[in-house]
Antibody, heavy 122, light 106 residues
């Protein structure tokens, strides 16, 4: 059974940093592109960024609002996905989900975690 | 970045109604468009991929169409379990979600 379990959320001051983790099991983590999505209160889903598999260079892509502040990485030995968030702003407040990407002729979001809440406030 | 605009942002409908949600891309995304259903506290569920292909296990009352910049999700015969928020999402260049359409009970 595929499981994705996020952790690391919490209350953080504006300008602070936080690292989220996503522990994966039930599939061959190293083969899969992984992504982070967030859901701010009262707003829609927002893609944060993606990391490709090692065989595809582990390249990363980010949405414009987080580019230069957030960094996605992966540890294929531990089956963990990370999201390092720096220079946090109040508008980064959201539930953060990790998700697997699947190829069906185009990328689709497949499995999702339960999410971890990040609150940026003074 | 490609922007995705959904309309309406919310709608009220009754069981049995036909519901249509539209999604417009800020540039040509060919057929690289997916639709998801999202209920509070649950993971989003893929309904349609590649504009019109029905994901395995999804009821046939869901259908998608469109290409280029304009896309449509239709629910033919709304069921109680269909009241949720629906998102379009493009995979042509990076990944972007639309703003969502909340389908509520009339």
């Amino acid at each position: 059974e595929v499981q994705l379990v996020e952790s690391g959320g919490g209350l953080i001051n504006p300008g602070g940093s936080l690292r989220l983790s996503c522990a994966a099991s039930g599939f061959t983590f190293s083969d899969v592109y992984m992504t982070w999505v967030r859901h701010a209160p009262g707003k829609g889903l927002e893609w944060v960024g993606r990391i490709k598999s090692k065989t595809n260079g582990e390249t990363t892509d980010y949405a414009a609002p987080v580019k230069g502040r957030f960094t996605i990485s992966r540890d294929d030995l531990k089956n963990i996905l990370y999201l390092q968030m720096n220079s946090l702003k109040t508008e980064d407040t959201a539930v953060y989900y990790c998700s697997t990407l699947k190829w069906l002729g185009l990328e689709v979001f497949d499995y999702w975690g339960q999410g971890t809440l990040v609150t940026v406030s003074s | 970045d490609i922007q995705m605009t959904q309309s309406p942002s919310s709608l009220s409908a009754s069981v049995g109604d036909r519901v249509t949600i539209t999604c417009r891309a800020s540039q040509n995304i060919r057929g690289h468009l997916n639709w998801y259903k999202h209920k509070p506290g649950k993971a989003p569920k893929l309904l349609i991929y590649g504009s019109y292909s029905l994901q395995s296990g999804v009821p046939s009352r869901f259908s998608g169409s469109g290409s280029g910049t304009d896309f449509t999700l239709t629910i033919s015969g709304l069921q109680p379990e269909d009241f949720a928020t629906y998102y379009c999402q493009q995979s042509y260049s990076d990944l972007t979600f639309g703003g969502g359409t909340k389908v509520e009970i009339k």
